[in-house]
């Protein structure tokens, strides 16, 4: 069974530009979640998607959005950039079934993203 | 709400010597404990968990760790390391009800000399 897979993998923008990143789960995985790892701040819980339906938030900025298809691929976006954005992006997918975390999150290998 | 306090950011051991990682949180309510662990220039993989039962819990690869309500702690435990042990090592909490996001600590790098 392939694993979680992110696009693209590293990516290099400029300030005040804006940004997709692209997360695909594990073939019948219905939840994805997005984290933030940066030196200064460590690891970091941006957002969980369920079915379409942004089901968990955390303490990020409207700058930082997502959402989910129907296959439940998941997008990451965020608009004017800061320099403070560079970090390496992970989301993780999970069946997401129970909405609890007694399910493993896998992990895919993250978009490393640096703002200039 | 949670926060996690890993003790050392820098463990560096010989090979086949012993090692623990220390991990402590803090929370008011029950959570779910976590071992993650990230190789260079990799995602994060699940080492073990603790969900209930058993407070010792192990992962396939010889680490195990051991929940400990009354110190709140967490530690990550293997009596023998190998050089493909090094890497980052992350403790994170999540609640057991309400909101299920994964609450990090700031990571401990170990370090595998020969």
């Known amino acids: 069974k392939a694993g979680v897979t992110q696009t693209p993998r590293y990516l290099i923008k400029t300030r005040g530009q804006q940004v997709t990143l692209s997360c695909s789960p594990i073939s019948g995985h219905r939840s994805v979640s997005w984290y933030q790892q940066t030196p200064g701040q460590g690891l970091q819980f941006l957002f969980e998607y369920f079915s379409e339906t942004q089901r968990n938030k955390g303490n990020f900025p409207g700058r930082f959005s997502g959402r989910q298809f129907s296959n439940s691929r998941s997008e990451m976006n965020v608009s004017t950039l800061e320099l403070g954005d560079s970090a390496l992006y992970l989301c993780?997918?999970?069946?997401?079934?129970?909405?609890?975390?007694?399910?493993?999150?896998?992990f895919g290998p993250g978009t490393r993203l640096l703002v200039l | 709400a949670q926060s996690v306090t890993q003790l050392d950011s820098q463990v560096p051991v010989f090979e086949e010597a012993p090692v623990e990682l220390r991990c402590n949180y803090s929370s008011s309510v029950s959570v779910y404990l976590f071992w993650y662990v990230q190789y260079p220039n990799q995602g994060l993989q699940l080492l073990l968990k603790y969900l209930s039962g058993s407070t010792l819990v192990e992962s396939i690869n010889g680490f195990e760790a051991e929940f400990n309500k009354s110190q709140t702690s967490f530690h990550l435990r293997k009596p023998s390391v190998h050089i493909s042990d090094t890497a980052e090592y992350f403790c994170a909490v999540s609640l057991i009800q309400g909101a299920q996001k994964l609450v990090f600590g700031q990571g401990t790098r170990l370090t595998i000399n020969p």
């Open positions: 993780a997918s999970s069946w997401g079934q129970l909405g609890s975390l007694q399910e493993t999150q896998y």
